[in-house]
């Protein structure tokens, strides 16, 4: 097989990983949805408290977190399975038979650790502190449980930055939310959906440049880095595509959402 028939295999399947990438975020997407309008259903059945609303330690708020993390936790969990499934493909097409034993090992080590519980717990705590500023301003300004859903659900990808919310803390309301959405020194925060898309996207993409490495180890020796070739290609992944590597060595990726793959140098 040449160097250049093998690129070509892999780049083909790297698409098929980011295109159940993409597909796994649209479903993170979904849940966030489903799980805003409920928060904000059993916000609006709570004592008014005007200017005071928070969901603090409510039953019904906490089994809807909980739901959630389950859900979220589960769904990560069954991508990265289908995700085996490509890098068994990869290494069949390069006469290479998976090494289904220590992938399951590292399966197992990856997705059982407490890191990606944190992480998505951590979010989920962010996007109740969301639904909540949501909450507290619209029924402090007479808006209806469907307004106050269609206008959170619009500002999904930035909640901090509906006019709304931007006027309530103008004003010193929702200073708590305010504090929670920056970072010192490092400025705003992510919303809690990219932030919970980002952890998909990074888990997906670990996964599967290690599962890879460990098929590859198998008939290689040397690996080199292609990038996608375009303009949204960094500079650190331009400087790593221009070097060769041990086949054993952790390279991809190299940042969040990196896009570059790893392939063997054919002998």
Known sequence: MTQKEMTDILTAQANKMFALEAELSGEIRALIVEAAKKLIEVGYSMPDKGKQFVFGDNKKVNEILNSLYIAIYNLIYDYAKREVKITDE?????????????????????????????????????????????????????????????????????????????????????????????????????????????????????????????????????KMIITMGDDLVCGACDDAAMQTYSIEEDVVPLHGNCRCIEVPIAS
Do not use: C, H, W
């Not at 200073?175 to 919970?196: D, E």
């Not at 599967?208 to 040397?222: G, H, I, P, S, W």
């Open 90 to 222: 990869v290494a069949n097409n390069l006469g290479i038979t998976p090494n289904s034993d220590r992938t399951e090992e590292f399966f197992a080590l990856l997705f059982n650790g407490r890191t990606l519980q944190e992480r998505i717990e951590d979010e989920l705590q962010k996007f109740a502190n969301e639904v909540e500023a949501y909450v507290a301003v619209g029924r402090f300004n007479g808006l209806s449980k469907e307004g106050t859903a269609n206008t959170y659900l619009q500002n999904i990808r930035a909640p901090q930055q509906s006019t709304i919310i931007l006027a309530a803390i103008g004003v010193g309301f929702l200073a708590q939310f305010a504090n929670s959405i920056r970072r010192p020194g490092r400025g705003r925060l992510n919303s809690s959906l990219r932030s919970l898309e980002r952890i998909g996207e990074d888990m997906m993409l670990y996964n599967y440049a290690r599962l890879n490495r460990e098929n590859f180890t198998r008939k290689f020796k040397r």
